[in-house]
Structures are given as C-alpha cells and as structure tokens.
C-alpha cells in the first residue's frame, strides 16, 4: 500500500494496513536532527515512513516586502514584523513576530477597504506547483499544501495581525462594520489564492491545511456565537472550493476548540489536525467517542511535556494510547500537537517514529 493509499483511506473511515505518519518540526529541530544523526531532512522521513509531504507552492513574485525601518520586514498584508531569536537547550528558534499593525489606527470600514496594501492573487507565480506535486507523487507519498506561517488559509489570525489582537475583538463587539470589512478582505484574497492553486495543482494536491488558531489552552478566542457571524461563511467557504475540486480538507488550529467542532464538521471539514492534550476538554478519547464518526483526527503527542521532557517510555505510552483510542476504525493520522521545538531530544524524537511503526498497525 502506498502512502497516498493509506492517507486517503484514513481520512474516508477506513482502515489501511497502519496509521498513516505526519511529521511537524520547527526548522531548529529540523537543524539540530541533521546535525547530530548526519542526515538530510528527506532522508530522516523517509527513513521513518512518513507518508504525507507538504509542497512549498506558489512563489512570491509581488512587490519587495522590505521594511521602513532597520531590522523590519513586512509579510504580504504589510504587518512590520522583526526577528525574535529564542536560545533553547539544544538550539535556536527564530519567529518573525509582529512589529506594527498597519490598521491599528482605522476608525471606519472605509479606511480598511482604501488600505493600500492588501495583498493580490496575482503576486504569485502558480506554474511550480505541478512540478511539486508530481516529485512528490513519484515517491508515492499524499501531497499536502499548508503554506508558510505567514500565509496560511485563515481569516482570524490575519486580522489579529492587521488591526492589533485586542482592538480587532474589541470591534467584533463595538465596530462589526470594521471587523467585517477586514474579514471580508482576507477572505476575497484567499478565496482566489486557493483557486489559483487548485485549478494549478490539476488535481494532484490530495490534502489541502488551512491554519486558525481558534483556541486559547482554556477556552475559546471568540465565543461560538462570534465565530458563527463573522468566520463560519468564510471557514466554509473556503471547505467548499477545496472539496469541490475533490481535495481533502485538514484545519490546524491550537487550543481549546471542542465547542466548535459541530461547526467545523456542518462546514464539511474532513480533518481536524492539533488535538492539543494539555487544551481544556481536548482529550482525544472524548473527542474520538463524540466526533470520531464524522471527522478525523491528526496529532495529540504533546510537544509541551511528553516530547521535550518525557522519558523513553513516556513517549511509547503516548502513542500506543493514541494508536488504540484515535487509530480505533480508522480516521486517524499520528503527529505531536504542533511542531517539535529545538529543545526536544533527538533521543526522544527517533524514539517517537519507531514508537509510530510498532504501534500503528493494525
């Protein structure tokens, strides 16, 4: 059975030889594993049978995304952002964390619509896309797209990122009309961004990730009845251009996020993808039993606890519980909560993929 085979059975309730392996590292463990075991990255997950590889996609060919100050940069929307740089135990993280919000100072929707920099489908070239897919399809690994972390379908986070996080959920109280035009721009970019790369893919993408983040590890960042109005049309939306092209749908989102989980599957949301188990009500038993029918499920090893600082038979015990509650009938595919950071033990991440091969059987 090849990857692909086994990813797409998973997702549909089935069940393949084994569960299927996802692999999601920060580029400081990816580092830090090609340093102490002398191997490439395509090397080290080919070795450990990880059956999904995520393209790179489209290539920025738009405007120069220099910042006006030293030290700054701006990401397609125009947010100024600076490198923060983490000193870990076994090695360095860097993040390009926000600098300015450009619509901090927007008093009316009207100053949102004449922003000047609201990004365009046409500042990518979609043409490496095929290419991309068919490398990987030679292999016969699932081709999944995510995108970079600062360009990842969403609607929230862009938003956050625009206007400030308090004053953005300030307005989805007080200035609805403002939240909603910022909202709306970000949807009308990537509902023709998305086209663009499935019309570019031809059919070849077979797992399409947006990224959300919707969760706090204690609740919800929007209550329920927020997120119905302002991002439940765009989450589904953007869920009906990609399985109207007949790709799956994975959602990542950190947090807390077992209220809105009915919602995701009325969107038609095939994948549910963090299963953060230090999240408040996210215990993955709870959420197979109630949802496990109608959605399927990847990750659930924790990169809080368990990988960094879990001993060998810690790691093991996580996932051969995970294997027998999320594995049970199919709709599972393993992976770790988020990405494995630079302070997790190469130990401790070889430790896991064996544990992923001894365990996933069925």
């Known amino acids: 059975m090849t990857s692909r085979e086994r990813v797409l059975l998973a997702i549909n309730h089935e069940i393949p030889d084994r569960i299927p392996v996802d692999f999601w590292a ?12 002398g191997v490439s990255y395509q090397d080290f997950v080919d070795g450990h049978g990880v059956d999904l590889r995520y393209i790179a996609g489209p290539e920025y060919i738009g405007p120069p995304l220099a910042g006006e100050r030293p030290g700054e940069s ?49 500042w990518f070239d979609y043409s490496v896309i095929e ?34 996080d308090e004053s953005f959920l300030i307005d989805m109280v007080v200035s609805p009309e403002l939240a909603r035009a910022i909202i709306g721009k970000i949807r009308e970019f990537y509902l023709g961004y998305l ?24 609740g919800l960042l929007v209550s329920t009845a927020m997120w119905d109005a302002y991002l439940k049309d765009g989450f589904a939306a953007y869920v009906a251009l990609v399985k109207s092209r007949g790709v799956k749908t994975m959602h990542h989102t950190c947090g807390s996020v077992a209220a809105l ?20 009500g996210m215990s993955i038993g709870g959420l197979k039993s109630a949802f496990g029918s109608q959605l399927a499920f990847q990750g659930g090893v924790s990169i809080q606890r368990t990988m960094p600082f879990g001993a060998r038979e810690e790691i093991r015990a996580e996932v051969k519980n995970l294997a027998e509650v999320a594995g049970a009938g199919g709709g599972y595919i393993f992976g770790t909560a988020h990405n494995i950071q630079a302070d997790t033990p190469v130990e401790s991440v070889q430790t896991l993929m064996q544990a992923y091969c001894e365990f996933g059987r069925y």
């Open 26 to 37: 920060s580029p400081g463990c990816l580092r830090r594993i090609e340093s102490e075991l």
């Open 74 to 122: 701006v990401d397609i929307w125009g947010v100024s952002r600076k490198v923060v740089e983490i000193r870990l135990a076994g090695g360095v993280e860097q993040y390009n964390e926000v600098a300015r919000s450009p619509l901090a100072e927007a008093t009316t929707a009207d100053d949102v619509l004449t922003y000047r920099h609201w990004p365009s489908p046409d």
């Open 131 to 164: 290419p991309q897919c068919d490398e990987v399809l030679r292999s016969g690994r699932a081709v999944a797209f995510m995108g970079d972390r600062l360009n990842r379908v969403a609607q929230l986070k862009p938003a956050l990122y625009l206007r400030g």
């Open 195 to 218: 086209e663009r790369i499935l019309d570019a893919s031809r059919g070849k993408i077979d797992v399409l990730v947006s990224g959300d983040d919707f969760g706090t590890q204690q």
């Open 261 to 280: 989980i009915p919602r995701l599957i009325e969107c038609g949301l095939d994948v549910l993808q963090s299963l953060q188990p230090e999240a408040r």
